[in-house]
């Protein structure tokens, strides 16, 4: 509360405005709440569905947006045999550009050849990647695998599987393990 407050505890209900003779205060109004009595705040009349003011609309409240996720479906990959990073980088690349707006959320762990025990992650939200090396590498006797999965819509599952494999460092030899929902 401030010198302005209108509320009946400050100074007996007499009110501080425009029409007030006093010398000894300003007329400086910068609250707006509920108790304002200011004239061009319609006297604390409420703006709503009952109103019957004909001079401001009542903008009716936007509709929740329905999603059909029935088009909704998952993908995810198990690969053993280590990636190569310029060609799952380009597949990357390529994708999001054809794909963002079907992709709804795409994650996972990596094992790129030549990194030694780096594992790397990915993140993304369409079209939105964070991708760099985990907090955590790869321990000495754990399996080099990449996981990854794929939410979105309309998810060609014999493309994704076809396009990883070619990412590998030896695709003859790797093994794609394909997990639908």
């Given at each position: 509360h401030d010198e302005h407050c209108k509320h009946p505890h400050h100074d007996a209900g007499h009110v501080h405005d425009e029409h007030c003779d006093h010398k000894e205060h300003h007329h400086q109004h910068d609250h707006h709440d509920e108790h304002c009595k200011h004239p061009h705040h319609d006297a604390g009349h409420v703006h709503d569905e009952h109103c019957d003011h004909k001079d401001h609309d009542h903008a009716p409240k936007k509709k929740k947006r329905t999603h059909n996720l029935s088009l909704v479906s998952s993908v995810g990959f198990t690969i053993s045999g280590l990636l190569d990073v310029a060609?799952?980088?380009?597949?990357?690349?390529?994708?999001?550009?054809?794909?963002?707006?079907?992709?709804?959320?795409?994650?996972?762990?990596?094992?790129?050849?030549?990194?030694?025990?780096?594992?790397?992650?990915f993140q993304g939200v369409h079209e939105q990647i964070n991708f760099g090396p985990s907090d955590k590498p790869f321990a000495d006797d754990e399996e080099r695998l990449s996981k990854m999965v794929f939410i979105g819509k309309n998810l060609d599952y014999e493309y994704f599987k076809e396009s990883l494999l070619a990412c590998c460092e030896n695709p003859a030899a790797a093994v794609i393990t394909m997990h639908k929902r």
């Open positions: 060609l799952f980088n380009t597949f990357m690349s390529t994708l999001l550009q054809a794909k963002a707006a079907d992709l709804y959320r795409t994650k996972g762990v990596l094992a790129f050849a030549n990194q030694g025990d780096v594992k790397f992650v």
